[in-house]
T-cell receptor
Framework: AQRVTQPEKLLSVFKGAPVELKCNYSYSGSPELFWYVQYSRQRLQLLLRHISRESIKGFTADLNKGETSFHLKKPFAQEEDSAMYYCALSGRGSQGNLIFGKGTKLSVKP | KAGVTQTPRYLIKTRGQQVTLSCSPISGHRSVSWYQQTPGQGLQFLFEYFSETQRNKGNFPGRFSGRQFSNSRSEMNVSTLELGDSALYLC???????????FGPGTRLLVL
């Protein structure tokens, strides 16, 4: 079964500390993986996708097929990074179905 | 380009009523997906439309239905509303399969 697991509901770090939001997936094949972010009172928006291999707002994520993980990392957290983060998977033939994890709420304290 | 828009933004209905939600995708996007978001279940896929055809459907009862028009605008309908249908309903559009989806602000439905 296709599944996305985000083991932490809440992650609290201090400003300037490194942050890693974990995402593990279950999928037999080559998935497309995404990170979405939802800031307070804003819509869900794409942060990054593994195929583009970009760094957005200082965040990076590497797809580890051996560990079936797609963890989101940032070396120095900022207060404006506080938000809800969702990892999502799109499988072959998914036809518009993104499978989301339950999300991790990141709180960056001053 | 203008983003995905959804109307109305808020709705209050009573049990047994029906409701229709509307979504306008980003110009040029032909795929429109709908999701239900609740605190307990998170984001769950309802269905997806592409060129006026439903291509995929999630695990929801037949009370949930949708359609897409020739201009790619989409509507979803929920009949015989139940208390458990209270949720944020999100619409997302995409240029194609396995591409990123771009979300609207959602319609918050409260069923009393």
């Amino acid at each position: 079964a296709q599944r996305v697991t985000q083991p932490e509901k809440l992650l609290s770090v201090f400003k300037g500390a490194p942050v890693e939001l974990k995402c593990n997936y279950s999928y037999s094949g080559s998935p497309e993986l995404f990170w979405y972010v939802q800031y307070s009172r804003q819509r869900l928006q794409l942060l990054l996708r593994h195929i583009s291999r970009e760094s957005i707002k200082g965040f990076t994520a590497d797809l580890n097929k051996g560990e079936t993980s797609f963890h989101l990392k940032k070396p120095f957290a900022q207060e404006e990074d506080s938000a809800m983060y969702y990892c999502a998977l799109s499988g072959r033939g998914s036809q518009g179905n993104l499978i989301f994890g339950k999300g991790t709420k990141l709180s960056v304290k001053p | 380009k203008a983003g995905v828009t959804q109307t109305p933004r808020y709705l209050i209905k009573t049990r047994g009523q029906q409701v229709t939600l509307s979504c306008s995708p980003i110009s040029g996007h032909r795929s429109v997906s709908w999701y239900q978001q609740t605190p307990g279940q998170g984001l769950q896929f309802l269905f997806e439309y592409f060129s006026e055809t439903q291509r995929n459907k999630g695990n929801f009862p037949g009370r949930f239905s949708g359609r897409q028009f020739s201009n790619s605008r989409s509507e979803m309908n929920v009949s015989t509303l139940e208390l458990g249908d209270s949720a944020l309903y999100l619409c997302a559009s995409s240029p194609g399969d396995r591409e990123a989806q771009y979300f609207g602000p959602g319609t918050r439905l409260l069923v009393l």
